[in-house]
């Protein structure tokens, strides 16, 4: 499993961002994936996670402001990010849910850093 994001960078306070998660050796298509944030000294969490059918989840201190979302024929996934604060500030990872889950999970990809300045 290879996993790719991009779309990073820094923006103001209320500004947006797309990410992108290419991947290969996985099906998107069939695999719930999720994207995930590390900040410095914080564990690594969830934001959004989207199911093979489709249906969407997020953790609540991005709801309304984030939006996951699949390109099954690109075999990639995206994260629009609306409303940026800078607590969202971290590097932002995309897996497949599952596996991150019950810790089968290792191949990590190098990330994307997301940084919202005040």
């Known amino acids: 499993v290879k996993l790719v994001e991009s779309g990073g960078g820094l923006v103001q306070a209320g500004g947006s961002l797309r990410l992108s998660c290419a991947g290969s050796?996985?099906?998107?298509?069939?695999?719930?994936m999720g994207w995930y944030r590390q900040a410095p000294g914080l564990e690594r969490e969830v934001v959004a996670g989207?199911?093979?059918?489709?249906?969407?989840l997020y953790v609540d201190s991005v709801k309304g402001r984030f939006t996951i979302s699949r390109d099954n024929g690109k075999n990639t996934l995206y994260l629009q990010m609306n409303g940026l604060k800078p607590e969202d500030t971290a590097m932002y990872y995309c897996?497949?849910?599952?596996?991150?889950?019950?810790?089968?999970?290792?191949?990590w990809g190098q990330g994307t850093q997301v940084t919202v300045s005040s």
């Open positions: 989207i199911s093979s059918g489709g249906n969407t």
């Open positions: 050796g996985i099906i998107f298509s069939i695999n719930a």
């Open positions: 897996a497949p849910i599952e596996a991150v889950t019950s810790g089968r999970f290792g191949s």
